[in-house]
């Protein structure tokens, strides 16, 4: 069964640092989307992406994230300057299409991304 | 406010069966979904309601009444491998985003 995947599994960054999450959707997938879930907490929505454009983002989303489609296969979540609130598990997601219409968000295993 | 509520731990005896309730707020949300996620892994979809009444899937089961804001999933013939957490989760009416309730953690016992 296809799935999404993501890499690296870990990442390990100093505060301040940029860092640079990778995604690789289903590929007859046409929505995507990042959550992240702090150890402990909720999942919570970052931002979706339909048709090459951010479609919602969420207010954690600021200025120092952006994402990315630079090819027909990777979504990418750059952090520009990470703080140590960042720290959390970061998952990209994909669907076929619009989840109103009965089709559900498929999750990569995420990347747990730690600051220091 | 888009609250999702949901109880944080059950715990329930392998073969028998759990019904895991969520309520939400009526207003702003289209449906709901439930996922299963473990223990540091990714959430895997179980079921979609839209409209009200029960969907089954073969052990699971979903239900939602949405004058009520309220929810169940039902999970029959419970396997040890059913422990794991359930994440109610609601999809807003305008546009795409999913928010998720902080999931209720069930173990099943021997």
């Known amino acids: 069964e296809p799935e999404v995947t993501q890499t690296p599994s870990h990442q390990v960054t100093q505060m301040g640092q940029e860092v640079i999450l990778r995604c690789v959707p289903i590929?007859?997938?046409?929505?995507f989307y990042w959550y992240r879930q702090i150890l402990g907490q909720k999942v919570e929505f970052l931002v979706s992406?339909?048709?090459?454009?951010?479609?919602?983002k969420s207010e954690i989303f600021d200025d120092q994230f952006s994402v990315e489609r630079p090819d027909g296969s990777n979504f990418t979540l750059k952090i520009r300057s990470t703080k140590l609130e960042d720290s959390a598990m970061y998952f990209c997601?994909?669907?076929?299409?619009?989840?109103?219409?009965?089709?559900?968000?498929?999750f990569g295993n995420g990347t747990r991304l730690t600051v220091t | 406010g888009q609250n999702i509520d949901q109880p944080t731990e059950m715990t329930a005896t392998e073969g028998a069966i759990v019904q895991i309730n969520c309520t939400y707020q009526?207003?702003?949300?289209?449906?709901l979904f439930w996922y299963q996620q473990h223990a540091g892994e990714a959430p895997t979809f179980l079921s979609y309601?839209?409209?009200?009444g029960l969907e089954e899937k073969g052990r699971f089961s979903s239900f939602l009444s949405r004058s009520k804001g309220y929810s169940y999933l039902l999970l029959k013939e419970l396997q040890m491998k059913d422990s794991a957490s359930y994440l109610c989760?609601?999809?807003?009416?305008?546009?795409?985003?999913?928010?998720f309730g902080g999931g209720t953690r069930v173990l099943v016992k021997p």
């Open positions: 992406f339909y048709n090459n454009e951010i479609s919602e």
């Open positions: 997601a994909s669907s076929k299409e619009d989840p109103r219409a009965n089709s559900p968000l498929h």
């Open positions: 009526t207003s702003g949300f289209n449906g």
């Open positions: 309601n839209v409209l009200d």
């Open positions: 590929s007859n997938h046409l929505y």
């Open positions: 989760v609601g999809l807003k009416a305008a546009g795409n985003k999913l928010t």
